[in-house]
């Protein structure tokens, strides 16, 4: 599970309605390609590669349930900075997070649609170089996915 303590309250991550809506409203991204990536996907990838700006994209999601208490972004930041400093790394804030995301019931089909999606991904390209950059770029990221669930 994934709290973050902010103005003295003990805050709980919650994967849901709200946290997609607000994951596509405010961080759907295009990938190189110029396709589409929604904000669960561009929130989930990106938090298996430690993006800072997503960890804190994924607490404003992840609390968007509180609709009238909803602490503002600069909140959540404080409340980040100071788990890192309490934590001395990033590390276990961001396993707290990809794994709720990762293991929420919300998204528990869509997490396993992404693997499916990447290992097809992986087998795609025309030429051998194009399937041997895709094959790294797949281990970096299983790789990445390990790290998370040790």
Request: proline residues 1%.
């Amino acid at each position: 599970m994934a709290f973050l303590e902010i103005n003295g309250k003990e805050l709980e991550a919650k994967c849901n309605f709200r946290f997609e809506r607000l994951a596509d409203k405010k961080y759907s991204e295009q990938d190189k390609d110029g396709n589409d990536v929604g904000g669960f996907h561009g929130i989930y990838t990106n938090l298996l590669q430690y993006s800072n700006k997503h960890l804190l994209a994924f607490w404003d999601c992840a609390l968007d349930y509180l609709v009238k208490d909803k602490p503002k972004l600069e909140e959540i930041e404080a409340a980040i900075e100071q788990r890192i400093e309490e934590d001395g790394d990033t590390e276990k804030l961001f396993k707290e997070a990809f794994n709720a995301v990762d293991e929420s019931g919300f998204f528990k089909k869509q997490a396993k649609n992404y693997w499916k999606n990447i290992d097809i991904y992986k087998a795609a390209g025309k030429t051998e170089e194009e399937k041997a950059e895709k094959a790294q770029q797949v281990e970096v990221l299983e790789q990445a996915y390990k790290e998370m669930k040790e």
